[in-house]
Each structure stands twice: as C-alpha cells, then as structure tokens.
C-alpha cells in the first residue's frame, strides 16, 4: 500500500506539473515552471492581501496587516502530511531556534498556513507545532478562516494542491520570504534552514 502511495503521489505531481505549473522559459533563464516562478517573484514582489483572515492555533483572528513591520518566514502545510509537511515542521523549529534573538526583538515571524482548513482545527495545528517541538516564541500556526482568504493566499504565493486519491494533497514545498512591507519577495528551497537564516539575517542589519 505504500508503494502504490507513492507511486501515484509521483504520478500525481507529474500531472500538477503539466496542467498547473506548465508554461514556457522565461527568456531562457529558467528552463523550469518553479526556476521561473522564483525568478518573477524576485524581480517582481508579489503583495500579500492584508484582508485574508486566519484563526491561530490559539484561536485568535488576524491577518497579513498584523504582520507589517517583520520579516515573515511561511510555509503552507495539511497537519496530516507525512511528507514535506513533516520536513517543514522540524525546518521551522530549527529557524525558531536559529532566529530566537530577531524574534524576540520582534523582527522575524514564522508562520506555517495550513491548506486544509476544514481538517486543520486550531488544536490540530497546536498538535502539529507541539510535534515539531516549537517553543512557542516566534512560530504560528494558522488556517485560513475562508475559502476565499485560501484561494487568495494559494494563488499569490503560487502553491497548488492536488488531491492524491487517498484523502491527502501532493502539493509544491518551499520557504516563502515575505518583506516587512508585506511583499512575497523570494522563495527558498523547503530544506534550506541554513539559507532562509542566513537571508534574513543579512537583511536585519548589524
């Protein structure tokens, strides 16, 4: 059963990449959908809207405005993931680690979107943090708290999820850097603790 997991989350992601990320080189500098996807996001940050609404996992509301003024971290998850989801979360509470003096300085947040609102209630994604060892200083977990505010977040953040037949998501993974003035301005590899560290920090100054 695992292997044919497997195999058809594989052949999953190879549709999602034909249908959903699918589209020509970009003057010939990126010969991949995602190699050009970082690179229109680099050249040209996307805003995040400030009127998505989330719910925390400690129930409160709030929304990208609140974040304005910090270098945001995020990742999109579904808490039942055993993959990149389960990557992730030890990635964020290594950089919760890594991060803790700009975040207590209020300088950094991390935040982990879940995807899956309707499954992910505000006690599993306590669950999903508390798994991962998150001490709580400067990683939140949130969802989404409608459809719209979703769709909203998925499409400017450019993550898409496929249902993989066995009540999960194969989905794309990545480190989303978002400016202090709310903008989407770099995407990083999904296992590069060391490098989304080291971009905030370069950006915080002496």
């Not at 039942?80 to 030890?90: A, D, I, N, Y």
């Not at 998501?169 to 590899?189: E, S």
Request: hydrophobic share 45%.
């Amino acid at each position: 059963m695992a292997i044919a997991r497997t195999l058809l989350a594989s052949l999953a992601i190879l549709a999602a990449g034909a249908t959903a990320f699918g589209y020509a080189t970009d003057s010939l500098r990126a010969f991949t959908s995602e190699a050009a996807r970082r690179l229109e996001i680099q050249e040209r940050p996307r805003l995040v809207p400030t009127t998505a609404a989330l719910e925390s996992a400690d129930g409160r509301r709030l929304d990208f405005s609140a974040l304005h003024g910090r270098w945001v971290l995020a990742d999109f998850i579904y808490t039942r993931c055993p993959t990149w989801c389960s990557v992730l979360g030890s990635e964020f509470a290594q950089l919760e680690r890594q991060l803790s003096d700009p975040i207590a300085a209020g300088q950094v947040q991390l935040l982990s979107i879940s995807f899956d609102p309707d499954h992910d209630t505000p006690v599993r994604l306590a669950d999903y943090q508390q798994r991962f060892g998150a001490s709580g200083q400067g990683w939140m977990a949130v969802r989404p708290a409608d459809s719209g505010a979703r769709d909203s977040l998925m499409r400017v953040f450019g993550v898409t999820a496929v249902p993989d037949g066995f009540g999960g998501y194969v989905h794309n993974a990545a480190i989303l850097v978002v400016d202090p003035g709310g903008r989407l301005v770099r995407v990083l590899d999904a296992d590069d603790v060391r490098g989304a560290a080291n971009f905030v920090r370069g950006r915080l100054g002496p």
